[in-house]
């Protein structure tokens, strides 16, 4: 069964609302980037989130949790960087 992209983006997005005022204090930010066919949500860190050696922690511990929980049939949540761009 294909996902809904649409229906998981503005869950993803609110949930990345939910985030933003931590990341925000400390000079940071995040952007989704797409949402694949296979239920993978693809955001980049911005600002100090980009080379923070805690970033992995707030991909992770952070968004993809709050994503999970809105958004179950999410798989994971990853980060691009920059350079990738």
């Known amino acids: 069964m294909p996902i ?8 993803v ?3 990345m609302d939910q985030l933003r005022p931590f990341l925000h ?3 940071g930010d ?7 066919d296979d239920a993978v949500v693809v955001v980049r860190l911005l ?9 992995m922690m707030t991909l ?3 968004l993809e ?5 809105v958004a179950p049939e999410v798989k994971s949540v990853i980060s691009l960087s920059l350079e990738a761009v």
């Open 4 to 11: 809904n992209k649409k229906e998981i983006e503005v869950k």
């Open 13 to 15: 997005l609110s949930a």
């Open 25 to 27: 204090a400390d000079g």
């Open 30 to 36: 995040m952007e989704l980037v797409e949402i694949t």
């Open 47 to 55: 600002g100090s989130c980009s080379d923070c050696s805690m970033s």
């Open 60 to 62: 992770k511990a952070g």
């Open 65 to 69: 949790e709050a994503v999970k929980k």
